[in-house]
Every structure is written in C-alpha cells, then in structure tokens.
C-alpha cells in the first residue's frame, strides 16, 4: 500500500519533509501482523515545490518563461469558484498598482483549466494557468555575471550550477501570483466557516502604524490607501518615505501584521505540525521575509510569567464558552488554536536588487560594480499583504481539513455557524 496521507505529526514522513541528504529518500516498511501487514512506501521529492497536507498547491514557472501553473489537489467539492473569484486578491497582488510598486504591466488574468464544473469545484485537481505578458529580459543581460547583492543569484547558482539572471527565474516573487489565487480559493472555504484572514502593513522604516484592535481591522481599511496601512496618518508618511528612497535609487523594509479571526478552538496538532510551525514556514518561504512572531513575539524576554500569561474567562460568545480576557498568546496554546483570534507578524527586508551602484563580484569571483536596472518595488510591503494573506489562509484551510477528517463529529460540533451566505 502506497501511503501519502497520514493524519497525526508524530512521524516526520510525508512529502517534501527533509529525511536524507540525497535527492529522495524511499523508506520501505512491513507491518508486523497479517491483519494490519501493508508496505508503506514513503517517496520525499527534495524541490519543495508543492505545500499542505490535505489542502496541497504545487506551482511551476519563472518570471520570464512563458507564466505559471499552479495545481490545487484536496478542495472540497461543491465550491462555487469562477476566474472572477480570483480576481480580488490578484489585483491586490498585481505590479503596476500604484506608484509605490514595481512598474511592470501584467495583467495576471488566471485561466482555469479544471477542476471546476458548471461553476463548482468538483473535488478534482484544480489547474490555474497564469500567463507572462510583460517580460523585459534585456534588462537583465548586464547582471549576467554578476551577483546581486542580497538576492538569491549565488546561492542559486551554487546549489543548480547555473542561474536564470532574467528576472530571477524560480527565486522571483512573482511564483507568489499562484499561491494567491490558491489563497482565495482556501479564504472562500474558510469564510463559508466564519474564519476570516486580514492583513496590514504594520511599520515601513521607523514609521509604525497604531493599531490597537488588530482583529477589528477589516478589508476597507486596509484598501484605504495604497500602502495596505489602516492608519491612515501613518500611511501618509510611508507613502513620502517610499518616494523619498526610490529617488535616492534605494529601497527600505517594514512589518505586516496578519490576523485571523473566527477560527474555532482545536485546530493544530500538537508536535511537529503545530499551528505555529505551520504558520511560520508558510511565511518564511515568502521571499524577502526575514522573521515571523505570533502574539507577544520576541516582547515575552523581558515578561515575567504573570504578566505573560492570559487568563481564561467565561466567553459566552466564544466557539466553547471560554476565552482568554487578553492574548499575548496569539490564539495558539500547545500548537492548536485556543479561539481567540490568530496574530502574527513578520519582518520584510528592503528589495535587494537597486539601481544604485554597489560592489560584487562576477560568476568567477573578480570584483566588480552593478547597478540593477529592471522594474523593481522600492518597498515590497503593499504588495506583500495579499501574499501574507494568502499563505496564512493555506495553512488554517489545510488544518481545518486535518481537524475535520480526524475529530469528526467532535469537529463538527465546534464549528462556527455559517455566517457569510
Ligand atoms: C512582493 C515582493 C516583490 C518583490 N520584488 C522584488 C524586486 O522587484 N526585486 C528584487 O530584487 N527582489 C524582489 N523581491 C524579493 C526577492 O524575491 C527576494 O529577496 C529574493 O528572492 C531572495 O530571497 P530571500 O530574500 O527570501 O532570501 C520581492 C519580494 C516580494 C515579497
């Protein structure tokens, strides 16, 4: 029997999980007794090119082939889903929206091969087609040999023994366009279950938003302007801080803050595919993203436990009729979601490649100078939030799954009303 599934995290096993150095790793095991006597054939692919369990993407393409494929295996049939459906977050996504962002021109219209019929996902895989419009190679034929500073040119080549120096090929932050359409599909399941994930630009620079009730932060405030900023004060002045280092031919970093609200007690598992674990691999494979905190973050060093800790209180509103009065804890206890609403921030560092000149070296090691010439975002948190969004969103639909297929009824019984339709 070929397993690919297995529900419980005590076993690191599954596909894309690290078992040996080499290129794939098959683990050969015969049960014991007759009854239960089954071969279990565990086959790891290393490229890593696929994420989830239940709720599984895997995408393909470079910035400047011919576009992108991604394939959605494990949605729940019966999903109203259309290209239209997609098209939100796309947009939110997409460069050229404003002047704050990369200036390339793509439309990112996705083209749904299967997976959906008349209107409804039918259970099957879901194949989305992506195609690249506005590609300008020739703008990367002077960074051939040279390795940008910051980005993935040399360790790419080190690892592959060449690289794709158009655009950064399969290192590109564009490969993020499928995870977003993948991302709106999971945000249409979560919703149908009164779970709803937000994101916001929190800090650009040394400019820091105020928002004191991340979980009453809602889609139109966040669209308000077109840094993602729901202070609107604050936003202004990170608008002028982008301007200020795109004129200076630099670029600068910042927080976005994601929370999920509505997500019931119980999602999670208690060892090695903790919530939180989750939450930060899906978000440290964003490019660019340097750190990830849930909740009171790095801020518990300096606490004592009895500040720390966030007392429970009767909640009658609350999924179980408990919650906790504050939640320095992030909505995660012990791996699995506690109820309260799930926070988490992370850290993005300012676009690598500027057009201000600077020192590296060529392929063969001679010292040398590069200036990028390209279309590039002088800060990629605006255009970051939907990506944030989206792998948060991935990662809560693929456990909800996990929660219902093995807690069943009891699964069941804490789910939150239908509320969106
Ligand atoms: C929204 C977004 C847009 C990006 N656009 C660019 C870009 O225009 N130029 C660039 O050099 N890096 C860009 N990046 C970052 C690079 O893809 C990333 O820094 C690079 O792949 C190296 O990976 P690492 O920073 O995760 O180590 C972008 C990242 C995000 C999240």
């Known amino acids: 029997m070929e397993t690919e599934h297995v529900q419980p995290d005590n076993i690191i096993h599954s596909r894309g999980a690290v078992l040996s150095g080499d290129c794939c790793f098959v683990g050969v095991s015969l049960a014991a007794t007759a009854a239960f006597s089954c071969l279990f054939v565990y086959i790891s692919i290393m490229p890593g090119n696929s994420f989830g369990q239940l709720f599984r993407i895997t995408t393909?393409?470079?910035?400047?082939?011919p576009g992108y494929l991604l394939i959605v295996d494990g949605c729940p049939p019966g999903i109203p889903l259309s290209e239209e459906d997609?098209?939100?977050?796309?947009?939110?996504?997409?460069?050229?929206?404003?002047?704050?962002?990369s200036q390339r021109k793509e439309e990112d219209l996705p083209e749904i091969w299967s997976g959906v019929f008349e209107g409804k996902t039918d259970g099957t895989s879901?194949?989305?087609?992506?195609?690249?419009?506005?590609?300008r190679s020739q703008d990367y034929n002077d960074i051939k040999d040279k390795y940008r500073p910051g980005h993935a040119d040399f360790t790419f080549d080190a690892k592959y023994g060449f690289r794709d120096y158009r655009g950064s090929g399969r290192s590109s932050a564009r490969e993020t366009i499928c995870r977003v359409a993948a991302g709106a599909i999971a945000k249409k399941i979560l919703a149908e279950h009164g779970i709803r994930v937000v994101g916001y630009v929190k800090q650009i620079g040394s400019i820091q938003a105020h928002i004191p009730e991340p979980a009453s932060v809602t889609l139109e405030q966040v669209e308000a302007n077109i840094v993602r900023c729901p202070d609107a004060s604050?936003?202004?002045?990170?608008?002028?801080?982008?301007?200020?280092?795109?004129?200076?031919?630099?670029?600068i970093g910042g927080v976005s803050e994601l929370v999920a609200?509505?997500?019931?007690?119980?999602?999670?598992?208690?060892?090695?595919?903790?919530?939180?674990?989750?939450l930060a691999k899906a978000l440290l494979s964003l490019p660019a993203v340097v750190g990830f905190e849930y909740g009171a973050?790095?801020?518990?060093?300096?606490?004592?436990?009895?500040?720390?800790?966030?007392?429970?209180?009767?909640k009658p509103e609350a999924v179980k009729g408990i919650g906790t009065l504050t939640n320095r804890h992030g909505g995660m206890l012990g791996g699995i979601s506690s109820g309260e609403p799930i926070v988490c921030r992370v850290a993005v560092k300012p676009t690598s490649s500027l057009s201000k000149?600077?020192?590296?070296v060529t392929r063969t090691g001679s010292p040398t100078e590069i200036a990028t010439k390209g279309r590039h975002d002088p800060c990629l948190l605006p255009r970051f939030v939907p990506m944030g969004e989206a792998m948060m969103a991935l990662v809560l639909v693929d456990h909800w799954l996990r929660w219902q297929a093995q807690c069943g009824s009891l699964a069941k019984s804490r789910t939150v009303p239908d509320i969106s339709r």
Do not use: C, W, Y
């Open 60 to 65: 393909a393409g470079v910035s400047h082939g």
């Open 234 to 251: 604050a936003a202004d002045r990170m608008i002028a801080l982008i301007d200020e280092v795109r004129r200076d031919q630099d670029s």
């Open 126 to 135: 879901i194949g989305i087609l992506f195609r690249n419009r506005d590609a």
């Open 297 to 314: 973050g790095f801020g518990v060093a300096e606490a004592r436990g009895s500040q720390n800790n966030d007392l429970f209180v009767p």
């Open 357 to 360: 000149p600077q020192k590296t």
């Open 86 to 101: 997609l098209l939100p977050d796309l947009r939110r996504r997409r460069p050229g929206q404003s002047q704050v962002v």
């Open 261 to 278: 609200t509505g997500v019931p007690p119980g999602l999670g598992e208690p060892v090695f595919d903790k919530l939180k674990a989750d």
